[in-house]
């Protein structure tokens, strides 16, 4: 029978609104490029230049909102990426879905990576709102967002999803000579429920990542809650980059 022995967990988590953990095969666009001739500000106004130049018509939703992915390769034309998480949202938004793909197919600025001084296939990605793209469209505009935030009854915040993370994590039975890191990764739905939970980086043994996986899907439920993500104020689900590090015996 392997001892019993329980090492601390140690808990950290990293989120952007615009993470690109699922498409790792693709370069990323590092600090001072960007996929776009101009910058963000730049895309929008031509994304809106297009819909009036062209008489587009704004969707009825005016809170649609998809978080279009496109392939920029090192020559030739852009593609569209697709995205199984962001599934649901290209068929709920169909409307937004089909305009920003029929408008980013008619931008010639495209910018791909550039690493050690050559271009590289990139993946990029920008969330579409059409009724801010239309009449609403002002100047300099760039979409805003506010990253999903956990809640529950004792206070909430990141910290306290860490603990109750690390808490519920059963490693009895399990004895280890050296740290070791797992990456887990996990959405933040719309309604602020967890969805789409990925072993990104295993422990190497296939029962001890479901134990961890239990433990990180029993911090969910009525008194486990999390705020949404937003941008401009519309709901979008969001992707948590879940690094646990377990410690080596001391």
């Known amino acids: 029978m392997m001892k019993n022995i329980l090492f601390p967990v140690f808990v950290f988590a990293s989120l952007t609104l615009k993470a690109q953990d699922d498409f790792n095969e693709y370069n990323q666009y590092p600090a001072g490029q960007y996929p776009y001739k101009g910058g963000e500000a730049a895309f929008y106004k031509d994304f809106h230049d297009i819909v009036t130049k062209n008489g587009f018509q704004p969707c009825e939703n005016k809170e649609e909102v998809y978080n279009l992915k496109v392939i920029i ?47 590289k296939q990139s993946v990029a990605q920008f969330y579409i709102i059409t009724d801010h793209l239309f009449e609403n469209y002002k100047n300099g505009y760039i979409p805003s967002g506010v990253a999903a935030n956990y809640n529950n009854q004792s206070g909430g915040g990141i910290n306290a999803f860490r603990k109750l993370v690390a808490d519920r994590i059963d490693t009895r039975g399990y004895n280890w000579s050296r740290a070791f890191t797992m990456i887990v990764t996990f959405v933040v739905n719309t309604e602020g429920g967890i969805e789409d939970l990925k072993v990104l980086q295993s422990s190497g043994l296939p029962e001890f990542d479901q134990r961890v996986m239990r433990g990180i899907k029993s911090v969910t439920g009525k008194k486990h809650k999390w705020t949404p993500g937003k941008i401009d104020g519309v709901p979008v689900k969001t992707r948590f980059r879940l690094p646990l590090r377990f410690g080596a015996p001391e």
């Open 73 to 119: 390769p090192e020559t030739g034309p852009i593609k569209y990426l697709k995205d199984e998480t962001n599934k649901d949202a290209a068929e709920k938004y169909k409307c937004t879905y089909d305009l920003g793909l029929k408008v980013v197919s008619l931008m010639d600025k495209w910018k791909p990576v550039v690493i050690d001084g050559e271009k």
